[in-house]
């Protein structure tokens, strides 16, 4: 499979207009984690405008590719949180289920953070 996962911050930076990623859109193979969305719809969730700001994440992934964390992420995520545990580079909990669903579906993730950088194995395009 060939294609960009999108993690959550690009997703906020797109839907913030926050500039410089209208490129990454023009692609026809861009996915998401359902992880992903659920960072998204817990930001809502704290949010002044919960209904609004889930709806409008919602309907942003309802355009892409859902890829969800399953028996085949399940190996990755393991590989990739020993590694990580053995190389002292602890990162977030969900960025490791965000980069095995991308390893496992052979794609590169888009992101703006550095630690993902720790993981082997990954595509990155750091924006």
Known sequence: MNG?????????????????????????????SSV??????FGAECSAK???????????CG???EIKPDSKVAPYYAKIKSQLKADGHPIPE?????????IAHELTVVTADKHFSFIKG???EHR
């Open 63 to 65: 355009e892409l590719n």
């Open 50 to 60: 919960k209904t609004e700001n889930a709806a409008v994440y919602s309907d942003f």
């Open 4 to 32: 960009k996962l999108l993690d959550t911050n690009v997703i906020i930076r797109y839907i913030k207009d926050e500039g410089g990623l209208d490129d990454i859109f023009e692609e026809e193979n861009l996915y998401f």
């Open 36 to 41: 992903t969305l659920g960072e998204l719809l």
């Open 122 to 124: 990954i595509s990155l």
């Open 94 to 102: 969900n960025d490791m289920w965000i980069a095995a669903c991308a």
